[in-house]
């Protein structure tokens, strides 16, 4: 990153404080001189200036073009030898790895915009260094118990019978749980051991919405995400937010289906309505279903009602990303520009939940929860969006060489960037980067401004979700940098 450029970021993030400093003062004047929030909410801009200049000094230090990708991992080269020619409406792959990616993976081409593509050149991707912004924490010390629980408890849902022995072996190999490890870093155990089956069920998920077989059938990926729903649903099928967005899922089930579809839909709702926990256990599920039912009712009876509808609300637009991410890989409907790339990417990434999920921290603390107009508030909005597409993009600048190189899956950042400014990959890719320090930066001021709008009873629970929105920062770049999720030749997240 040149000179000029961190000197623009450091800029950005020196207004964005004054920014905030103007916000203050005009609060302080609200307030009043002799009100007892007055010390609170300076010493609250206090802390956002200190973070901002923390920041200036980290990025102050630069960041190296072409590097190992950070301390203890070897760079990942691969040596680009693919033309990208639009032909006939399709991207056609024609480098020394065209003939694996069509016979291993089976991957849905890449289709051409309208606009002419063409890459034509030879070059080595790295992964361009990323400097840590947050101190790096010792990974939690059940990870590895834990780890091995998470995957009994899969196999007794008969997972690893549905996604078969090779598919299975992988997914250990890869060490999943121990991304939540690398997160929630002093989690107590009950809580810690529900994030692990969390993150390795939603991989799973993501998995198996890979299949090729999936991919070509699209009601095989709807009637997984309806089952799912059914069980999200469950307590809260009156909703209007969440039936609304069934809609979309329906329109996945072909034509000639979707009637049944809804009426079965609508049947099992009005049994929620009067149904209880006896009435979920009773429903006949596929095997991923059957384990997120465990773990959603664990989550709803441990939360306020209010808390769980949150929650409910973020994975079922998770669940929509998938589906229309499935939908995008049958279309040929991409590469996307970038506009419309990182809606999409922040939708699929499914961290919003990932974070929501600091409500079970927060409540096994006994700490007061987060008031839904702060929750649903623009800064608390804002911080989710950050750090799902500051964790999005990293995962893009990680798991190119494999989705795109060798999947020719065009949904990567780096692809689209590479696409839109006809630029190299390595380029496209050190400006992915900046993209995400920029984040990180709108991260931060979220949480100051968050900060100061929270009451003061909530003061804890801001504390946490904002301390976790960090733990993800540097907890997935190390997780990141050690799973064989990205050195063996198989998708990666």
């Not at 309806?226 to 034509?255: G, T």
């Not at 839109?420 to 709108?442: F, L, P, V």
């Amino acid at each position: 990153m040149s000179a000029r450029d961190n000197g623009a970021i450091i800029r950005s993030r020196q207004k964005s404080t004054k920014n905030l400093g103007s916000y203050v003062s005009n609060t302080l004047k609200d307030l009043g001189d002799k009100s007892p929030l007055l010390g609170w909410v300076s010493d609250m801009y206090s802390m956002a200036a200190k973070a901002q200049r923390n920041f200036s000094r980290v990025f102050s230090m630069g960041s190296k073009a072409m590097s190992g990708g950070g301390k203890g991992k070897k760079a990942v080269k691969v040596a680009v030898q693919n033309n990208l020619a639009s032909k006939a409406g399709a991207v056609v792959y024609t480098g020394e790895s065209a003939s694996h990616w069509q016979a291993s993976s089976h991957r849905t081409q890449v289709a051409a915009s309208s606009a002419q593509m063409l890459i034509n050149h030879e070059e080595e991707y790295d992964v361009p260094e990323f400097v840590l912004p947050y101190e790096i924490s010792e990974v939690h010390p059940l990870t590895a118990e834990f780890s091995d629980e998470t995957y009994r408890w899969l196999a007794r849902h008969h997972i690893d019978t549905q996604v078969g022995a090779q598919a299975w072996n992988k997914f250990m190999d890869e060490e999943i749980p121990g991304l939540a490890g690398h997160v929630y870093v002093d989690t107590q155990p009950k809580e810690f051991l529900w994030c692990c089956k969390y993150v390795a069920l939603v991989v799973i998920l993501d998995n198996v919405l890979d299949e090729p077989e999936v991919i070509e059938d699209p009601n095989k990926a709807a009637t997984l995400i309806l089952e799912i729903n059914k069980v999200l649903m469950w307590f809260f099928s009156e909703d209007p937010h969440l039936r609304q967005y069934l809609k979309p899922l329906f329109n996945c089930v072909s034509a000639d289906q979707r009637d049944d579809v809804v009426n079965s839909f609508s049947k099992s709702l009005a049994y929620a309505y009067t149904s209880s926990r006896s009435g979920l256990m009773s429903l006949k599920l596929q095997p991923i279903s059957s384990a997120f039912r465990d773990l959603w009712l664990e989550y709803c009876e441990s939360l306020p009602h209010e808390c769980g509808l949150r929650m409910a609300r973020y994975i079922q637009n998770y669940l929509l990303g998938c589906i229309n991410e499935t939908k995008n890989r049958k279309s040929q409907a991409f590469p996307p520009t970038l506009a419309n790339y990182i809606p999409l990417r922040r939708q699929s990434v499914g961290m919003e939940p990932l974070i929501v999920a600091t409500d079970l921290f927060v409540k096994a603390r006994q700490w007061p929860e987060i008031p839904n107009y702060v929750f649903y508030g623009p800064h608390m909005q804002r911080l989710l969006r950050a750090l799902s597409d500051v964790t999005a993009w990293h995962n893009d600048v990680y798991s190119f060489p494999k989705e795109v190189l060798k999947r020719g899956d065009p949904h990567n950042l780096v692809f689209v960037i590479s696409q839109e400014h006809g630029c190299s990959y390595m380029e496209a890719a050190i400006h992915a980067m900046e993209m995400i320090n920029n984040r990180i930066n709108d991260l931060e001021t979220a949480a100051a401004y968050l900060q100061v709008e929270a009451p003061y009873s909530s003061q804890n629970a801001v504390a946490e979700y904002t301390r976790v929105c960090r733990q993800w920062v540097t907890g997935s770049h190390q997780w990141h940098q050690k799973s064989n999720r990205y050195n063996e030749d198989h998708r990666i997240i």
